[in-house]
């Protein structure tokens, strides 16, 4: 699958957007390394703690069938700017998917390319068993 086809993956899920409060639509499309496709979009709840974005439910999506190793995260958002994930998101996407390549796309079907470890240079990391020294 190539970027553009991720992509419009991306924008195809996120016509599914639940977003009574924000209006803002963001979709989102993983490449698991086995060559299937999951796609999630943000989700909105009144009690706002709830709301779920678009990455996390591509990737609880991925995660529930099996999947466990991602090459590509696809995010597209209709704004005219590139949105990137947000901080809790970056840091899924590093957990699950440390190597992977986020392409950040704008209505427009314009994209940028990076990886995740330039979005989140310095991650949250935790040690099995708790620092040692």
Known sequence: ??????????????????IPFSGFRVGAALLASDGR?????????????MSVCAEQVAFMNALSAGAREFTKVAVWAD????????????????EFAPHATVLM???NGSFMVRKIG???????????????G
């Open 1 to 18: 699958m190539n970027d553009d086809d991720l992509v419009s993956a991306a924008k195809k899920a996120a016509e599914n957007a639940i």
């Open 37 to 49: 496709l999951f796609a999630g979009c943000n989700i909105e709840n009144p009690s706002l703690s």
């Open 79 to 94: 704004y005219d700017q590139f949105v990137t994930p947000c901080g809790k998101c970056r840091q899924l996407i590093l």
């Open 105 to 107: 796309a704008d209505r």
């Open 118 to 132: 330039e979005l989140l240079p310095l991650p949250f990391r935790h040690r099995q068993g708790g620092d040692k």
